[in-house]
């Protein structure tokens, strides 16, 4: 496209379906990339952050600077709504609510914004301290349509393009029986708003099965293709679905999240401080399955968004940029 600049990391002109972007943003290491330095001096916040038992500072900028981020991408996954509700029981308004308000505040009409579903909602157990305990709210309807669905629409309105929800890994033990799993799903996305923007991520490879994929389809909810620890490669994912968009938005998600076979933790380490790339960590296949997914995605006809983050290479801006030039790149 012609005001497409990989180089200069404006990817907005990429093609009018593909939607590239980062999981997350804010980052101090994006400044010169994204950021302009002179916009954040002393506006630099500097919080503490454990990550299998090390510490970490990590820079953050301001929720302003999500106007810089407009400028050179056209999607944006809000993650941090993945550990909080927007409401509580009683309606009173979180923290997460107010940041969200905060940010679109900043966000024009015409960019687009992918939330994460908060994990009480979809995670079958949750993590409480060492330990992980059974979460009594798993695919609770009323919790997801009262306490995050319907706040996040009025917050958020038209720049909400998608909800993800993210399920955890799941050993063999902890797995629910097929059909148990299935007619749970199921009766979920039956008594939930009816949206055409669902995407589900599975991180459990022999989850991703007919039965599963039968009711992603049935109600319209998208498979996330997930680049992550545990899971086969994108294009072995969207194999198992017979290459079918399941979303009835007709939108293909893609989460670049970490490199396959790399726990999350030691890809963390190796990425921090986000500001490079680390020699020997980015995969080339994700990169190569990641633009033929894309161009697939042209000739069927559907949006392609695609999510980077800092850990599948050390620095999203520079990882969507590799993306972009492959993508406009001859065959």
Known sequence: M???????????????????????????????????????AGRINR????VGGKAYIEEVLPVD??????????????????????????GTPTQNYHVLRH?????????????????????????????????????????????????????????????????????NQ????????????????EAIPKDHRYHTEIRTGSLLIPSFFRVLEKHGVGQVLSHWTWLPPLREQFAKTGNKILNAGRVLVIRLVTPIDMRYEVAYEKAHPFDKMVEGMLQPKMIEETTQLM?????????????????????????????????????
């Open 295 to 331: 161009h697939q995605g042209i000739e069927k006809g559907v949006k392609v968004m695609v999510l980077v983050n800092n850990r599948t290479g050390g620095n999203a801006p520079l990882i969507a940029q590799a993306i972009a030039e492959k993508f406009l790149s001859p065959c």
């Open 65 to 90: 600077s999500v106007e810089e981020y407009f400028q050179h991408f056209r999607v944006l996954e809000i993650d941090y709504t993945f550990y909080r509700l927007l409401t509580e029981e009683d």
């Open 2 to 40: 012609e005001n497409a600049e990989p180089n200069q990391y404006h990817f907005r002109d990429l093609h009018p379906d593909i939607y590239l972007g980062t999981t997350s943003d804010r980052y101090a290491g994006w400044i010169g990339q994204i950021y302009s330095k002179e916009h954040y």
């Open 174 to 189: 902890d797995r629910l029986p097929e059909k148990e799993m299935v007619r749970s799903l199921e009766a979920f996305f």
């Open 47 to 50: 919080r503490p952050k454990v």
């Open 103 to 171: 940010y679109r505040r900043h966000i024009h009409d015409n960019d687009a914004v992918i939330l994460k579903v908060p994990q009480i909602v979809f995670a079958q157990k949750l993590r409480r301290g060492t330990e992980y305990i059974p979460n009594e709210a798993y695919l609770n309807p009323k919790i997801f349509t009262r306490q995050f669905y319907k706040p996040a629409l009025e917050v958020l309105g038209k720049p909400l393009t998608g909800f993800i929800f993210e399920q955890e890994y799941q050993r």
